[in-house]
């Protein structure tokens, strides 16, 4: 039996949902833990384009059971239409398992987000939502199960709710407790079927010996904690947040893998030390414009920043992560690069001082930070699709074993294409 979580190492959109996918083939529990609809993944397998928000994508590995876990957001209606585009396309989602803790996004955390954002948020109620929770002023996903509970909470919640919104600028709503209602115990009814004890359900699978996959959302950097706050999400997706969010104890996840792509990426606000402008031609190479996997994201179809590889950052999150062994995904878009730069410190031009380690990735402190690059040669060679270790050219391999000499932790998979089967396994992890 093994337990492992997936975290992205950077900003989000690191190629995580393709290790899941690879990795739920030898798990039987999938686990979301964080998070809600700001979350995107799509998924390649001989099958066809699959789609993901909330939804764990090993719901496409057959036989597997899901969990959308206690520590995520919910917007009903968001999840009920990717539950339909799913079964659409052929997906049983029998196995799919909600915890009834999750929180849901009422619609005025919609209106709130989109009118007050200030950090780029994917204007999915996310911050409004965990802001009710911490207020104590949320609604739990069981809560749409019941009209006597779902009333009584509105009747405490709504006028202030109503209140707030009447004074933010731009929003002209008033939401009525009858329509809330409604609506929203015929969504929870929708829902039920997929309502389960994930708690009870996670520590009877870990009693028999099961293989469990938690996968985190986001990325290390947009922890609300560790993140470049106040550029951040409002969740906990560092390795850590997989405990909170499922209901589990820090002994029962044995293995940490973090994901990284092969170069940076960020959408949104917030520093970036490594970014290129994105005019700039070798910008375009990163994002791979005009590409089927450009750097476009999937929920928001923003354009997403790009920059080298920053190992000061990412050296920080191996420590918040204890990262045990690491996933170097998009290998492949540096293939045609004379050249590739690697951020191996930083000038900070306040204090004039050099250092390859920091002590938090403040947003302020990261600001007044320029990197210090090492250049190594590409390899001018194809990567795609590789399967081995041994096909890949030499520079790729100097390139990768750099990575992993610098951040103390060996490369456990190489993805060299968005295929399950474009992967290079360096280390069984199950
Ligand atoms: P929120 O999570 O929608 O509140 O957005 C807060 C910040 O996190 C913004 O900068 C978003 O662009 C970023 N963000 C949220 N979810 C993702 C994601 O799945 N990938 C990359 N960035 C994300």
Redesign the pocket.
């Given at each position: 039996m093994t337990s492992v979580v997936i975290v992205g190492g950077q900003?989000?959109?690191e190629g995580k949902a393709k290790i899941t996918d690879l990795l739920s083939l030898k798990a039987d529990y999938i686990v979301r833990y964080q998070?809600g609809a700001?979350?995107?993944h799509t998924v390649s397998i001989a099958e066809g384009l699959y789609k993901f928000h909330l939804i764990p994508s090993g719901i496409l590995s057959k036989g597997k059971t899901c969990i959308i876990g206690p520590g995520t957001v919910i917007e009903p209606q968001f999840l009920i239409t990717e539950i339909e585009n799913l079964q659409k396309q052929g997906i049983c989602l029998n196995a799919l398992r909600i915890s009834g803790l999750a929180h849901v996004t009422m619609p005025w955390n919609i209106d709130v987000?989109k009118a007050t954002d200030t950090?780029?948020?994917?204007?999915?109620g996310?911050?409004p939502t965990y802001t009710d929770k911490a207020k104590r002023i949320g609604f739990q996903l069981q809560d749409l199960m019941s009209k006597e509970c779902l009333e009584s909470k509105l009747k405490k919640v709504l006028t202030k709710h109503n209140q707030d919104l009447s004074r933010i600028p731009g929003i002209n709503k008033e939401y009525k407790l009858e329509e809330v209602l409604e609506t929203h115990l015929a969504l929870g009814n929708q829902l039920r079927p997929y309502l389960s004890d994930t708690i009870n359900e996670l520590y009877e699978a870990r009693k028999k010996g099961i293989n469990i996959l938690y996968e985190g959302?986001?990325?290390t950097l947009?922890d609300i904690t560790f993140g470049t706050y106040p550029?951040?999400?409002?969740s906990t997706p560092v390795a850590g947040g997989a405990c909170i969010g499922s209901g589990v104890g820090p002994t029962s996840i044995d293995y940490s893998l973090g994901v990284f792509k092969a170069f940076n990426t960020r959408?949104?606000?917030?520093p970036f030390p490594t970014e290129i402008s994105s005019d700039q031609e070798v910008a375009t190479m990163l994002r791979q414009d005009g590409k089927q996997w450009a750097e476009f994201?999937t929920?928001t179809g923003r354009m997403r920043r790009v920059g080298w590889f920053d190992t000061v950052l990412a050296k920080y999150a191996v420590r918040v992560n204890s990262f045990s062994g690491i996933a170097l995904t998009k290998i492949d878009t540096l293939d045609s690069f004379d050249e590739i730069s690697v951020c191996v410190a930083y000038h900070n031009r306040e204090t004039g001082e050099t250092f390859d380690n920091i002590p938090q990735a403040n947003a302020y402190f990261l600001s007044q930070c320029d990197p210090i690059y090492q250049t190594i040669p590409g390899w001018k060679s194809n990567t795609h699709g590789l399967k081995s270790w041994d096909e890949l050219p030499v520079q790729a391999k100097a390139y990768i074993n750099m990575l992993s000499t610098i951040l103390e932790v060996p490369v456990a998979i190489v993805s060299t294409g968005p295929g399950r089967e474009d992967s290079i396994i360096c280390k069984e992890i199950f």
């Open positions: 900003w989000g959109d998070g700001n979350a995107g987000d950090v780029g948020s994917t204007g999915k996310i911050g959302a986001q990325g947009l550029f951040v999400t409002s959408v949104g606000e917030g994201g929920t």
